[in-house]
């Protein structure tokens, strides 16, 4: 849901970084935060480089909209 946080992990190699594909749906935080920002889908990315190369794992996320009560009136 919009302005939720959810906080990832990887139980690979320490020292990567956080990225979001897009970051108008959520955004990360360099420690894993991860936020909703609209409602849409986003690949949250974990990528590590060494002297042996880059890896990355992803996971998708879909954001959703809060619930709207709307207006009474009448």
Known sequence: CI???SNY???GTTGGVWSSS???V???SPTGLVKGIAAGTA???YTVNSAC???TT???VTVKANANAGVISG
Do not use: D, P, W
């Open 58 to 60: 992803t996971k998708e």
């Open 26 to 28: 959520a955004t990360v």
């Open 53 to 55: 190369g880059t890896t």
């Open 22 to 24: 897009n970051t108008s």
């Open 3 to 5: 302005n939720t946080t």
């Open 9 to 11: 992990t990887s139980n």
């Open 43 to 45: 690949t949250i990315s």
